[in-house]
């Protein structure tokens, strides 16, 4: 209860950013032309979409499971299955608060600790990041001619030039800090128990990140990887195709949203409402052209159904995990 009303600030601003975000996005559609656009729109290639989000989630299990079985080999895909689906269904409501949620669940069963579940959701997440860079790379590659002039003067120039000196030297501080922190609490573990609880989380911490390196299959791990982040690519097409609007768009292009969208997830608001759309529809508006009201078609459209999904998927899980308890 106690940690739960410090994380209520955290949660109170995630939610008022999101009201924010919507705001902006939403603040000036054309709801005549929103609803005629949705009119138009291709219900097949949205069961697709669907099809896609599903693989998606379904790999992401398999590549967490995988991760963890060097710590617990009897972990059952099932159980992983719904700990992931819950733990999304949480994170629509409290960004962040799912990743706690499934660790709790899969370390449950003692295979694991939650310190080693929780590494391995940190070696998840910065696989992702490592993936979002990497779909950058290749939209830019494939498409300079079209993403070049966007990307230096919208991302790479506002960026650079908000970097002040002074900036520099607050990161530098805190890399300093942060790293003399980690030394005093491994320096000191024996002699203080605080220090000494923390040196043992960052040691479980530790443990599950490295599990990557007994795993038998370790080419999996790859695997699982590319076709997640392949699924997202073909989601974001699937969603262009729905529209008669963005038909034209190609799969070079979804991989350059599917980037953008992604980089919502990473704004703490609740299931990325509002960022999502606000990005989606800034990007399909000033890099092709797009009406500010068919940009927020296609994010709503991506967004809820994805959403949708997720939360059908975790009530499912959390029924399947609770007749399981009463048996």
Known sequence: MGVMNKNVPKYVISFILAGVLVYFAFRSVDWTAFWGGLAETRWVWIILFIIFSVLALFLREERWRAIIEPNDPQ??????????NVGNVVNVVLPGAGEFVRCGYVSRRGGISYDKAFGTIVLERICDMVAILILFVLALTTGWSKFGSFFMEQIWRPAASGMSFS???????AVVIIGGGIWAVFRYRDSNKVFG???????????????????KRKWLFVLYTVGIWTMYVLMSWAGFKALPMLDSLTFTDALFISAVGNIASVIPVPGGIGAYHYLIALTLQNLYGASWDNGILYATLCHETHAILIIVLGIASYVRITLAKRR
């Open 75 to 84: 972990v059952k895909r099932l159980d992983v299955w719904d700990a992931t």
């Open 167 to 173: 900036a520099w030297w607050l990161i530098a501080g």
């Open 197 to 215: 609880k923390i040196a043992s989380w960052f040691a479980g911490l530790g443990a599950g990140f490295a599990s990557i390196a007994h795993m």
